[in-house]
């Protein structure tokens, strides 16, 4: 087991060091000279103010120095500082990324615990009305882009019945509470876990169709236990295994639906940042941004990799 | 993956007579599948739908009744009339032409990105299915990244830094949606290269191309069908979004996602709605079209296959 996760995190490493350098070289890449971004467009700037900002942040290194020390300072802990506002990149990403977890966390729970339950529903009562009327939901729900579902549901509980706030956080006229995060979160959160519920409920559907179909279940039935006690015994907790997976899978479209939903509701998260750091070619924030994104993605990953372990004993790692 | 469903078809002519029952019995799949593709009734409305929607948009200049970039300004922000069917945008321009035009911009996206995007995974799994070794090893570690870091973000960086046109995003879109495609090739070629008609073509002396391209890959395409229909779907989807946040297909050319842009304005989005209604409507009954017709495609390929 530690083996494993040794050798999984020894594999990450690479993958990781690739993501960063493919960042890095796409930016380096781009035409177009970035010293443009540090100061407003109007103001025009002569060419030793240019050259000053750029001996100031080091552009006038070569690139394999630059992305050397950007490296060094990271391992360092240092993620450096915005260029289009000298603020610190961690502080920055660790304040966003909260907002963005209490969000896509809140819809990975909403998405997980409605679309599990909705799979075993339906797989009960296959081809029943019901079923069909769930499933073509699910296709629905997988087919409708978020920011389509967005601007929707924005249009119909926001603008229209007033329920509530079309964007933001908190409150502009309070301190915000509890509540009031709650308010602010019910819409983006329930846009976000549309996806999530779709493919939780197919997949469980699907599971949970293959396992109540399996010899052991038909033999439980055989010895005359009752329904409820088959399916939540005996089929439930098998049928629930692959779906773990999903979890894990979940992560990078969270993360894009996130960027959607996000911009649509003005939250201020990663992903309305991660927009702010493109537009504005932002190098240590995208960089720091990219980071910090392959870390959860790869973390998530070995987490729900081990949680299989756990969760299904026949199972081994060597 | 599964085992490859269709017998091999091979064209050498000596294994072409080794295996003419085989060709016949190709053929033979090639028409039920065709017949139980044509019984799922969902997948041929979606497909008529599909087709009407394509004819529409390519017919765009016959059914037009203004150019897409024509500003009428007489006429700025009108609801739907006589004059303009769909009504106008802000700055008056007709919403049924943009629609139309914007719907070939956003299926041109789709289908161009999808054959970059289907070339590239072919080539790669190729390659990695066919030689094994440290050349699988390579590509398929490269896939690895690829796969867990969701593309759509380095998209946008790339839209943000590369000249923005509609051919870039075309590009963007498919250099970065080919793993799922490299993976299948990949998966079909490793079972493929191991079947006799392979062997036959060694031992008559053929090159490692020829034996790819003329005898391997036209075995894989039926597994790719379904794939390739739902890559469709995502790469129209993928622009839309990529549009939608002001990073996709530049202005003033239309294309769905940046018409539906305009419902980013609080304003339009409460009391214009006919400039980003029919937009959404759009992409929605395209999208759901392609996913109709790429579950057919697969049912009808691959009966065993439910989901």
């Not at chain 1, 610190?88 to 997980?112: M, Y």
């Not at chain 1, 006229?173 to 329930?190: K, S």
């Not at chain 1, 779709?198 to 039935?221: P, Q």
């Not at chain 2, 390579?138 to 830094?161: E, G, N, Y």
């Amino acid at each position: 087991m530690q083996k494993y996760i040794l050798r999984r995190i020894l594999i990450g490493i690479p993958v990781f060091f690739a993501i960063t350098v493919i960042i890095f070289g796409l930016i380096e890449i781009a035409p177009g000279d970035i010293t443009d971004y540090f100061i407003r467009p109007e103001l025009n700037m002569t060419d030793e103010a240019k050259d000053e900002i750029r001996i100031r942040f080091g552009l006038d290194q070569p690139v394999t120095v630059r992305y050397g020390n950007w490296l060094l300072n990271v391992l360092r802990g240092d993620l450096g500082y915005r260029y289009t506002n000298g603020q610190p990149v961690g502080a920055t990403i660790i304040q966003r990324l909260s907002a963005t977890t209490l969000l896509a966390g809140t819809a990975l729970a909403i998405g997980a615990t409605i679309g599990v339950a909705l799979g075993v529903f339906t797989a009960l009562r296959q081809y029943s009305a019901w079923d069909f009327l769930l499933t073509g939901a699910s296709f629905l729900g997988i087919s409708i882009p978020s920011f389509v579902a967005g601007i929707i549901i924005l249009f119909i509980f926001s603008i229209n019945l007033g329920w509530f706030p079309a964007g933001g956080m908190r409150p502009v006229d309070r301190e915000p509470t509890l509540l009031t995060t709650i308010h602010h979160l019910v819409l983006p959160a329930l846009v976000l876990s549309l996806a999530p519920i779709a493919n939780f409920m197919r997949y469980t559907r699907f599971s949970m169709l293959e396992v109540i179909r399996a010899d052991y279940v038909r033999t439980a039935r055989g010895q005359g236990l009752r329904d409820r006690r088959i399916t939540w015994r005996h089929s439930f907790p098998n049928a629930l295994l692959p779906v773990i997976t999903l979890l894990g899978l979940s992560l990078p479209s969270l993360v894009v639906g996130a960027v959607f939903t996000e911009t649509i509701f003005s939250w201020p998260g990663m992903g309305t940042l991660y927009l702010e750091a493109v537009n504005g070619r932002d190098v240590p924030l995208l960089m720091g941004m990219n980071l910090v994104i392959a870390l959860v993605v790869l973390g998530a990953n070995l987490l729900t990799d081990l949680a299989y372990g756990l969760a299904d004993p026949r199972i081994r790692y060597d | 993956m599964t085992e490859p469903t269709q017998r091999p078809r091979a064209s050498a002519p000596v294994v072409q007579m080794q295996n003419a029952t085989d060709r016949r019995a190709a053929k033979r799949d090639d028409k039920r599948a065709l017949r139980r593709f044509i019984r799922n009734r969902a997948a041929v409305v979606a497909l008529v739908i599909l087709a009407v929607l394509v004819l529409a948009t390519v017919a765009a200049p016959l059914i037009q009744r203004y150019q897409y970039e024509q500003i009428d300004l007489r006429a700025r922000s009108s609801p739907p009339t006589a004059e303009h069917w769909f009504g106008t945008d802000r700055v008056g321009r007709d919403i049924w032409s943009r629609l139309l035009n914007g719907g070939q911009v956003s299926l041109l996206v789709g289908f161009g990105a999808t054959l970059v995007s289907t070339l590239i995974g072919t080539v790669l799994g190729a390659l990695s299915g066919y030689y094994r070794g440290w050349v699988d090893m390579v590509i398929m570690r490269v896939t690895d990244v690829f796969m867990t870091f969701p593309s759509i973000i380095i998209m946008l960086t790339l839209a943000a830094m590369l000249p923005r046109s509609v051919w870039t995003i075309v590009f963007i879109i498919g250099a970065l949606s080919w793993t799922g495609t490299a993976r299948v090739v990949r998966s079909q070629i490793l079972s493929l290269r191991e079947q006799e008609f392979i062997l036959a073509c060694r031992a008559l002396g053929y090159g490692d191309a020829r034996i790819i391209i003329v005898h391997i890959l036209p075995n894989v395409f039926g597994s790719l069908v379904a794939l390739v229909t739902f890559a469709i779907g995502s790469a129209i989807l993928t622009e839309a979004g990529l549009s939608f946040l002001g990073l996709g297909v530049p202005p003033p050319t239309p294309s769905w996602g940046n018409m539906l842009e305009a419902a980013r304005n609080l304003d339009i989005l409460r009391n214009l709605p006919w400039m980003w209604v029919p937009p959404a409507i759009m992409l929605v009954l395209t999208v759901l079209c392609v996913n109709f017709i790429g579950d057919g495609v697969r049912d009808a390929v691959d009966p065993r296959m439910v989901l």
